[in-house]
């Protein structure tokens, strides 16, 4: 196998940026749903709703990344079509992602939330699915390209 191309190697060093970008929202969500709600449920919902947004510009960031018009999975179908179950997996993992990040924003956004219980375990739900997405993420890659991706940093 050939090594990257300086254009590939762009594109890695973008989308470990953004990996690490929708990883730090990732803990920014955890951290404001795992903070103490009771008597603060104003507050409280004010920090997670603020956190929820901000994941959700960074997937869609993410979706645009890799479905795009200039997109990863575009460019992999191409050098690796035998991976299009795998995109077209990720690919309706990010439907499902999108609704739950929207059902979440609106079950927080309610005013006067008590339910705090409810909202920690649908954003804790959120961020399993956001996880095990990232991980078939990663093997996509490794896969198509014998790269890893990381973003953890």
Same mark, same amino acid.
């Given at each position: 196998?050939?090594?990257?191309?300086?254009s590939?190697?762009? /594109? /890695?060093? @973008?989308?470990?940026?953004?990996?690490?970008?929708? !990883?730090?929202?990732?803990?920014?969500?955890?951290?404001a749903l $795992?903070?103490?709600? =009771?008597?603060?449920?104003?507050?409280?919902?004010?920090?997670v709703?603020? $956190? !929820?947004? @901000?994941l959700a510009?960074? /997937?869609?960031?993410? %979706?645009?990344?890799t479905?795009? =018009? #200039?997109?990863l999975y575009?460019?992999? !179908?191409?050098?690796?079509?035998?991976?299009? &179950? *795998? %995109?077209?997996?990720?690919?309706?993992?990010?439907?499902?992602?999108?609704?739950?990040? #929207?059902?979440?924003?609106?079950?927080a956004?309610?005013? &006067?939330?008590?339910?705090y #219980?409810r909202?920690?375990?649908l954003?804790?739900? !959120?961020?399993?699915?956001?996880?095990?997405h990232?991980?078939?993420?990663?093997?996509?890659?490794?896969? *198509?390209?014998?790269?890893?991706?990381?973003g953890?940093?």
């Amino acid at each position: 196998m050939e090594p990257p191309s300086t254009s590939e190697q762009a /594109f /890695f060093e @973008e989308l470990r940026r953004r990996r690490a970008e929708l !990883l730090e929202s990732m803990r920014a969500v955890e951290q404001a749903l $795992s903070a103490p709600a =009771p008597g603060r449920e104003e507050r409280w919902a004010e920090r997670v709703h603020v $956190s !929820l947004v @901000e994941l959700a510009a960074d /997937f869609r960031e993410h %979706v645009n990344l890799t479905e795009g =018009p #200039d997109g990863l999975y575009r460019e992999l !179908l191409k050098s690796a079509p035998r991976l299009s &179950g *795998a %995109v077209a997996r990720l690919t309706s993992e990010h439907a499902l992602i999108n609704a739950d990040v #929207d059902n979440l924003l609106a079950v927080a956004s309610e005013p &006067g939330i008590d339910e705090y #219980d409810r909202v920690r375990e649908l954003g804790t739900a !959120l961020l399993a699915r956001l996880l095990r997405h990232r991980q078939h993420g990663s093997d996509l890659i490794y896969e *198509a390209y014998q790269a890893e991706i990381g973003g953890e940093t």
